[in-house]
């Protein structure tokens, strides 16, 4: 599979190391190893959702339970679960650590993963959420640890935007 299992192990262990114990996800290609690392990790909660919009639920709990947590999820998850990050993080002031992977945009081999790569940024900027992109390996650490920040300095959700060039190796 071309999906960068190495750079999967890098973004699950800074997830760790900033303290996140529960992650959120739907199946999706580019987060296979990701979620089956959460699943395998014996301190590590991996709720499996129907949908995304059930993961900022499970996030907003896990905060006020005091636990951090992480939501995996593809772009178009994230297009689906705007209302559940308005009507509820933002309004709520929810620390909401959302790491997105990036579909549809140069490279995507998908044809209906791109209308979602072409509006994901936007949508974002509309909902005032502050995005960073993770495109290298030696990124991924600084950024995470930061975005975490951010979520809770700010009371927000922040994303992390997962790239081609970071998930992908291409064969």
Known sequence: MPVSASSSRLIFDALKANGVRIMSALPETWLVHLIRMAEEDPETTLVRL???????????????AGVRSAMLMQNHGFLASVNGIVSCAQLYRIPLLMLVSARGEFGERDPWQTE???VTEHVLDALRIPTERLGSQGDVARKISK??????SASRPVALL??????????
Request: glycine share 14%; charged share 25%; aromatic share 6%.
């Open 147 to 152: 975005a975490m920040t951010l979520a809770y």
């Open 116 to 118: 979602g790569g072409l």
């Open 50 to 64: 129907a949908k995304e919009e059930e993961g900022v639920g499970i996030s907003t709990g896990a905060h006020l």
């Open 162 to 171: 997962l790239e081609r060039d970071l998930m992908w190796e291409e064969a």
